[in-house]
Nanobody, 117 residues
Framework: QVQLVESGGGLVQAGGSLRLSCAAS????????MAWFRQAPGKEREFVAS????????YYADSVKGRFTISREKAKNTVYLQMNSLRPEDTAVYSC??????????WGQGTQVTVSS
């Protein structure tokens, strides 16, 4: 079992930055992938970024490329999402997830990010 706890959300002005953290309890294996998703009010949940726990390869949604950076710190079992140049349209609940054998089986409770214009 893996439990995920996000932190770092908040209110920021457009153009500002935030760093989200996702702390995982339980063993994270090298064949896992960790990801961030977001869901804005009235919209479907969408993929933001992911990172392979083993080799560190990263993937991003086109909407955040060049602005967001996902990283991991194995010693702390933690994944980060550095968000720069934030826009009002980035406002959403951001959730961390762990992918095991092709499916995102574990989810955090989410953290609110609000970007004011």
């Amino acid at each position: 079992q893996v439990q995920l706890v996000e932190s770092g959300g908040g209110l920021v002005q457009a153009g500002g930055s935030l760093r989200l953290s996702c702390a995982a309890s339980g063993r994270i294996f090298n064949n896992y992938a960790m990801a961030w998703f977001r869901q804005a009010p009235g919209k479907e949940r969408e993929f933001v970024a992911s990172i392979n726990w083993g080799d560190g390869r990263t993937y991003y949604a086109d909407s955040v490329k060049g602005r967001f950076t996902i990283s991991r710190e194995k010693a702390k079992n933690t994944v980060y999402l550095q968000m720069n140049s934030l826009r009002p349209e980035d406002t959403a609940v951001y959730s961390c997830a762990a992918r095991v054998f092709g499916s995102y089986n574990y989810w955090g409770q989410g953290t609110q990010v609000t970007v004011s214009s």
